[in-house]
């Protein structure tokens, strides 16, 4: 009597064998359920041919967020919403694109993958997860929902539950930090899913050359700003601040002792009770007008970038004595340099920490001096 035949594996039982690291269990489960994923997404986009490329790129966002697969088992349907996300971006693309370009400008065929390389795929794949995965939490998500998954900002947000804006901070702080880990891997030329730079920033050290305010006006809508200067003369970064951000700033550069602790040192009072400590406060860039910055903290769980305004992370840094560093681009660059006016400005650094400390006192029921 013939013994039975084992069954096929299940999608759940490839789902953990992926997960695992192993290479043939993702290419299988990309085998099985292709078809089905390029015939969904030749609907949305209208050719056959960008569909096979689509689910290409739709493999490489399903091993990257494979941790994201709530139910093993689930995996094809999974995969098929990807591939619809993916479809959806390039179309808008296309459309955006074609508005400027030649609309025959069609990629040719691609063919569907085959057994080398689906390995090959897989094995880039699994490089590219390493890298996300040691992205900061935020930006981790960020990343796998807006580039690999082919949400838009809104989308996004909606799924993290933050605000459009800082959908677009946590991807740009993301896009930075993943720039020298995939370099080496992948050919941004080529504008793929992740469209990142692959220049790495060169990290030069600043410190707080002034913070000032201009003389007119009333102290919550009169303009503050906050000046970082290149270590060897490479130049000063003008960043605008708040009041409130420049005032806890001139505090701290002062050395104003307040009669209780204030914000930032609050958060350097945390960080240390949580056994972490802030390693150094980077400029990264700037985007519509606006500087973003991160705070690098090792802790517990080894070392983690947390977004940040400037003005905050360069405050937290002076509270902390923590290095202070910007992207050397910017400083390179005159459209965020050229910034005047501010040298005249006559409320410096000793002047803002006595406005706001007596500003403090007045906001107590009862003033106890």
Known sequence: MAQPQDG??????????????????FAELIRRHQAAATALAAR????????????????????TGLDRLRSADRFGPWFCGIALNVARRWLRQLRAERSAADPGGEPGPGGLAGPDELAELADLAARVRAAVAGLADGQRDAVLLFYLQGLSHR???????????AVKSRLHQARAALAPRLAPLIDFQEERAMSVTTNAPEWVDVSVAAVGAEESGDVMTRK??????????????????GPAEAGALALTLEAVEMPRPLTYQMAAGLLEAAGSRAVEARITGLTDGT????VVVDGPAGLREVDARPSDAVTLAAVTGTPIRVDARLLADPDVTRRTGWESFPSGAAELAAETKERWWRSLPHDPR
């Open 8 to 25: 096929p594996v299940s999608d759940a039982d490839l789902v953990r064998g992926a997960r695992l690291g192993a290479r043939e269990p």
């Open 44 to 63: 949305v986009l209208g050719s056959p041919d960008l569909a096979r490329e689509a689910v290409q790129e739709a493999a490489v966002a399903a091993m």
């Open 155 to 165: 989308e996004v947000a909606a799924e993290l539950g933050i605000s459009v804006g």
């Open 224 to 241: 503050h700003i906050m000046v970082l200067e290149a270590a060897g003369g490479r130049g000063r970064l003008p960043i605008w601040v």
């Open 291 to 294: 500087f973003y910055a991160v």
